[in-house]
């Protein structure tokens, strides 16, 4: 019994640190994309109301919404934005 409990304690590390490497190399990447772009001086900075981050208007994604424009740093944040928005209509 014991041993199963050791096992089970090593398989969920290791589960844990795969995981935890495959998120360090997607924001690896998304870091990478973000600066191929470098904003010009003086550029203003706007914040993705999906996840907080502040990113230059020039490099923003950006979505016209219920006639808003909203600036997001991905199309994955705009779609998570979008989809937390018809969750909280449909409740």
């Known amino acids: 019994m014991l041993i199963r ?3 089970f ?3 969920t590390y290791l589960l844990y640190r ?5 998120r360090k190399q997607k ?4 870091n990478a994309y973000q600066s191929k772009v470098p ?3 003086g550029e203003d900075l ?3 109301p999906a996840c907080h981050t502040y990113i ?4 923003s994604y950006k979505k016209e919404i219920a006639g808003k424009t909203y600036y997001f740093c991905s199309k994955e944040c705009c779609q998570s934005y ?5 969750n909280e209509k449909s409740q």
């Open 9 to 11: 304690l090593v398989l």
């Open 18 to 22: 795969i995981i935890k490497y495959f």
């Open 56 to 59: 230059p208007v020039s490099q």
């Open 39 to 41: 904003p010009s001086a």
């Open 46 to 48: 706007v914040e993705d």
């Open 27 to 30: 924001s690896v990447k998304m």
């Open 82 to 86: 979008l989809s937390e928005k018809s």
């Open 5 to 7: 409990f050791i096992i």
